[in-house]
T-cell receptor, first 114, second 117 residues
Framework: SQKIEQNSEALNIQEGKTATLTCNYT??????LQWYRQDPGRGPVFLLL?????KEKRKERLKVTFDTTLKQSLFHITASQPADSATYLC?????????????FGTGTQLKVEL | GAVVSQHPSRVICKSGTSVKIECRSL??????MFWYRQFPKKSLMLMAT?????????EQGVEKDKFLINHASLTLSTLTVTSAHPEDSSFYIC?????????????FGNGTRLTVT
């Protein structure tokens, strides 16, 4: 069966440390993978997109890697801050022939503590 | 840019009534919009793909007669929950991308919290 799993439901880290979130998938061959941030009671907000032929993507304190052999993406937040506390969702492009249809992972709730 | 507005943000209705949720793309045209449902502390579950000028495509297990979708213009899609029951209580979120964009990020509305009493 097809699955998208994120390593842990919740992750607590100390301010200033690097948070690393994992997204593993089975029985998908996505052309690209995206990461979103969701705050309580709000819709997800797009953070980064990485294509299957890209190994790594960076944006400010964020870094995403994509390993299509391992079927895994890692999402890193460096120098984490309490304001980074949120739920982070990975999403795969799962529409036939590409397109914008996304299937989301289970999410990881990150809490950055002082 | 690329703002998606969803209305209402919260609605409480009685069992058996119908509720309409609107999703508007404010500064772009969207041929396709997506409707998701989210349970507490769970991920987003895609319900249907809304296509302007044609019928929506529903995911397996989603009742199309229960969740009516209309996409009458390039900036508006509506989801109507018909004959709502308490088990329909959930957080409903729509998303869209500009027409013609492909393999692009989705822009989400801020969701509608539906409570059926």
């Amino acid at each position: 069966s097809q699955k998208i799993e994120q390593n842990s439901e919740a992750l607590n880290i100390q301010e200033g440390k690097t948070a690393t979130l994992t997204c593993n998938y089975t029985n998908y061959s996505p052309a690209y993978l995206q990461w979103y941030r969701q705050d309580p009671g709000r819709g997800p907000v797009f953070l980064l997109l990485i294509r299957e032929n890209e190994k790594e993507k960076r944006k400010e304190r964020l870094k995403v890697t994509f390993d299509t052999t391992l079927k895994q993406s890692l999402f890193h937040i460096t120098a984490s801050q309490p304001a980074d506390s949120a739920t982070y969702l990975c999403a795969l492009a799962t529409g036939a022939g590409g397109g914008n249809k996304l299937t989301f992972g289970t999410g990881t709730q990150l809490k950055v503590e002082l | 840019g690329a703002v998606v507005s969803q209305h209402p943000s919260r609605v409480i209705c009685k069992s058996g009534t119908s509720v309409k949720i609107e999703c508007r793309s404010l500064d772009f045209q969207a041929t396709t919009m997506f409707w998701y449902r989210q349970f507490p502390k769970k991920s987003l579950m895609l319900m249907a793909t809304s296509n302007e000028g044609s019928k929506a495509t529903y995911e397996q297990g989603v009742e199309k007669d229960k969740f009516l979708i209309n996409h009458a213009s390039l900036t508006l899609s509506t989801l109507t929950v018909t004959s709502a029951h308490p088990e329909d209580s959930s957080f409903y979120i729509c998303s869209a991308t500009p027409s013609g964009s492909y393999n692009s990020p989705l822009h989400f509305g801020n969701g509608t919290r539906l409570t059926v009493t």
